[in-house]
């Protein structure tokens, strides 16, 4: 596209430093100086970033038109409804990238990942509902518009439609087992996930159980974790570290959707144009989208989404009736529990959030840390390793009022210099450690085999409080979470 001609004027808004060559900035490329020129008459309503800005990235998007000769669509309902899409795009990724991340195997041209994404009308909340790709449905009898091969009325899983009949089928199932009308469409691969986490500098994940899944390579520790594109496409991938399947692998999707928008929002990326920018074009520079989802749209989503929190989305499985359905063309599949179901999309029909208010907090806190071993559960006694007469009881009613199993004897330890406080296990106690450590930040694991089940804790100089822990509870499939019940504390 040629640069518009400017006057000398215009081209002068901002000073430089005198070490900078004046024919740097003559050189700059025809979109920098498009960008400069926006920023210098502050267009910045539209969520930091130029409409022209957007056109040029607009631009790039492939373009598809899934919504073609369709018919007997939903009404519309309020709000706007996007039917988001992954697909395995490994046929784009590099043989180092193949091997490194596990992404072997030849691409199934199908929909890896199916998810309706509803922004509120006010801008002002986004629900993510997963739907399992698993998900038993029946395709209609029809003709093949591209080869006019007839088909008859057959069983399919849901995330198959892709390959049977591409995105316009797809989206007619979705429609027709939803009710829904959906306003766009978009498809995003290995490819543009990697590149976005990458643009944002990473993504925080946390978890309280480690992750291991021998077919991607996933292996995470338990703990909070930066996940780089390659090792978060393994995050998100992952069906094999729990027996949740593919459920889990949805519920780790949504968390880590919650922690991309923590990120983008926390990072003022959404403030700030060239890094918008840059985020703009990892995620649009290969994506496909239908015709009407174009710089209008992104400019809309771009100022609601100035205001946007972890807290303003919600996150939610469509309920399911049968986890093991049987098919005796497609085996197990999953049927949906289509009462549940139906109530979920008519609220998302109506525009009316999912989750329930939460009641306001008196007194704000630091927020509890997820760990694997409920505190209830684990035995300690507590010794003060300090001159500090009474510390051993502070910590032992400290540790009490944060649910863990004091013997409520507390002792003076032989040694009385002790600095930094100390956690003595037994190994075979390993998990119930780690659990206490949450709750001692800084203090040092000593295993001491055959101690038994009781943990010992040697009170050090370094105490200054027991910081809030508490089990992580399992997800259940259909439970509605916000962003900010997700993502790391």
């Not at 880590?256 to 700030?272: D, H, K, Y």
């Amino acid at each position: 596209m040629p640069t518009p001609t400017r006057s000398p004027a215009r081209r002068q808004p901002v000073r430089r430093s005198p070490a900078r060559r004046p024919q740097v900035r003559r050189r700059k490329s025809g979109w920098a100086a498009r960008a400069a020129t926006t920023l210098s008459v502050g267009v910045l309503a539209a969520g930091g970033i130029g409409h022209a800005a957007l056109s040029l990235l607009d631009g790039g998007i492939s373009r598809i038109d899934p919504f073609r000769d369709m018919k007997d669509r939903p009404a519309a309902g309020h709000g706007m409804n996007i039917l988001l899409v992954g697909t395995d795009g490994r046929d784009r990724i590099t043989e180092k990238e193949r091997r490194t991340y596990r992404l072997g195997g030849n691409p199934c041209h199908c929909t890896d990942t199916i998810m309706i994404v509803h922004i509120s009308a006010d801008r002002d909340r986004a629900t993510v509902v997963s739907l399992p790709r698993d998900t038993y449905t029946h395709i209609a009898a029809r003709k093949d518009p591209a080869t006019g091969v007839q088909h008859p009325d057959h069983p399919i899983r849901l995330n198959a439609a892709y390959a049977e009949g591409g995105p316009s089928l797809t989206l007619q199932t979705v429609e027709r087992m939803t009710h829904l009308k959906i306003d766009h469409y978009m498809e995003v691969d290995f490819i543009t996930f990697m590149k976005t986490v990458d643009v944002l500098g990473g993504v925080r994940v946390c978890t309280a159980q480690p992750l291991k899944d021998r077919f991607t390579g996933l292996n995470l520790s338990a703990g909070t974790h930066v996940l780089g594109g390659g090792q978060a496409l393994q995050y998100v991938r992952s069906r094999h570290v729990d027996g949740a399947s593919d459920l889990g692998r949805m519920q780790r999707q949504q968390k880590f959707l919650a922690a991309l928008i923590e990120r983008a929002t926390s990072s003022g990326v959404l403030l700030n144009p060239l890094k918008l920018r840059d985020v703009t074009r990892a995620v649009l520079g290969s994506v496909r989208a239908d015709q009407g989802f174009g710089a209008d749209q992104l400019i809309g989503l771009g100022r609601a989404m100035r205001n946007f929190s972890p807290s303003s989305s919600e996150f939610t499985t469509v309920p399911i009736g049968d986890m093991t359905f049987r098919d005796k063309e497609l085996g197990s599949t999953v049927k949906w529990d289509d009462a549940k179901a139906g109530a979920l999309f008519r609220s998302l029909r109506d525009d009316k959030p999912l989750a329930p208010p939460r009641p306001k907090k008196k007194k704000k806190g630091p927020a509890a840390v997820d760990v694997d071993v409920p505190p209830e559960q684990i035995q300690v006694q507590v010794e003060n390793g300090t001159p500090t007469e009474g510390l051993g009881r502070r910590v032992d009613d400290e540790l009490l009022a944060s649910g863990f199993h004091t013997t409520r004897r507390p002792a003076n330890a032989t040694d009385r210099t002790v600095r930094r406080t100390v956690i003595v296990y037994d190994p075979r106690w390993d998990r119930s450690a780690k659990s206490l450590a949450a709750a001692l930040p800084g203090s040092e694991l000593r295993p001491a085999p055959g101690q038994g089940p009781t943990l010992k804790v040697v009170a050090g100089a370094d105490f200054k409080q027991v910081r809030r822990v508490r089990a992580a509870e399992p997800q259940q499939p259909d439970q509605v979470v916000t962003g900010d019940q997700v993502v790391c504390p």
